[in-house]
């Protein structure tokens, strides 16, 4: 288990909804958590790893073009604990979701988690 579990993702129709959880485990980030911008990241087959959201540490976000208004990422400090809700999901967005540092750090991916659209 690496420093940040996600989870949350499974399959869904086109237009439904999901909510991701990505928690800081064990000690890596101790009592820093609150003070990393935080980002969700997805891979979708055959393509490189993007940057889809992201929070900073005062709660501005940030998000790419492809999910600007149906995607909203939020963190909770002290639960250590980021989320990304997904709403209107499209086929397109399916991939494996990771969250991680921004930017990132390698040492920080983890096993992510799956998330598949169906039409």
């Given at each position: ?6 989870s949350g993702g ?110």
């Open positions: 288990q690496g420093p940040l579990v996600e499974g399959l869904v129709q086109a237009g439904g909804s999901l909510r991701l959880s990505c928690a800081a485990a064990g000690r890596i980030f101790g009592d820093t958590f609150s003070r990393n911008v935080m980002a969700w990241y997805r891979q979708g087959p055959g393509n490189q790893r993007d940057m889809v959201a992201r929070v900073s540490i005062d709660g501005r976000t940030m998000y790419a073009d492809s999910v600007k208004g149906r995607f909203t990422v939020s963190r909770d400090n002290a639960k250590k604990t980021v989320y990304l809700q997904m709403d209107d999901l499209k086929p397109e967005d399916t991939a494996v979701y990771y969250c991680n540092t921004h930017p990132y750090f390698t040492r920080y991916w983890g096993q992510g988690t799956q998330v598949t659209v169906s039409a």
